[in-house]
């Protein structure tokens, strides 16, 4: 890491509908910083940023709403489908995104903190981590919670799930995994063990490296 280390990171990931969002907050009930990848995109981009203004100025001003915010559905039609929109949006975004991350970081002086990151592994910001914690499910799980929460069509999850790793490269990238495939609630005294579990863990190795 290019920044002064003041917190040990665990990067947590899993495919969409995996449930890192529940698992998450599992952590942050145990008082654990999560910094949300998903929340910092929204972030750099917020109105009076100078990345929404090199946006505007790249796709028009349309791209805006009334109020002068981000039109999201207007910009993800405008780069679907359009690889070259797509790689010059994405060269806009993604470094900022990451130098976000790692201002937060930088920020934190709790033992840990939990960096949450859907596409950790496909966009490489495994290096940003100490340690990798995947949230495991079975695509079958996926296609079924994810198409629940967002009332999307199967082939829609399919589509997103099929431009994520696989499950299997995604858990060779794993240092700790949490399998979530079942239901809540039956499950939830053992995840909730189970997040006990690492986050002693954790502290024990953030106070190992920290001192
Ligand atoms: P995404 O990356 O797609 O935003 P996510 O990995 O953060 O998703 P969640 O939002 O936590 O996943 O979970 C996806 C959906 O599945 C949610 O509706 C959540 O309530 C539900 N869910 C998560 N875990 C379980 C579980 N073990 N049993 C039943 N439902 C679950």
Redesign the pocket.
């Known amino acids: 890491m290019n920044v002064k280390k003041t917190t040990y990171v665990i990067g947590l990931t ?1 495919g ?8 998450a907050n599992l952590f942050g009930e145990l008082g654990v910083p999560i910094i949300d990848a998903d929340v910092v995109a929204r972030q750099v981009v917020e109105k009076g940023s100078p990345l929404l203004a090199q946006i505007a100025e790249h796709f028009g001003t349309e791209i805006l709403t009334p109020t002068g915010e981000l039109d999201r559905a207007q910009l993800r039609q405008r780069v679907f489908q359009d690889e070259t929109e797509k790689n010059w949006l994405n060269q806009l975004l993604h470094p900022a995104i990451r130098t976000e991350m790692l201002n937060q970081l930088s920020a934190q002086r709790a033992p840990y903190t939990l960096l949450v990151v ?1 596409l950790l592994i496909e966009n490489k910001l495994t290096n940003l981590c100490d340690r990798v914690l995947v ?1 495991d499910v079975s695509p079958q799980t996926q296609l079924t ?2 198409a ?2 967002d009332n999307n069509s199967l082939e829609q999850i399919q589509r997103i799930m099929q431009s994520q790793v696989s499950q299997k490269e995604r858990l060779q990238w794993a240092d700790d995994i949490i399998n ?1 495939d ?3 609630a039956d ?1 939830f005294i053992h995840l909730q063990q189970k997040v006990l579990e690492l986050h002693r863990f954790y502290l024990t190795l953030a106070g190992k490296t920290n001192d």
């Open positions: 899993g969409i509908g995996s449930g890192k969002s529940t698992i859907p949230i919670r994810a629940q929460r979530n079942r239901e809540l499950n």
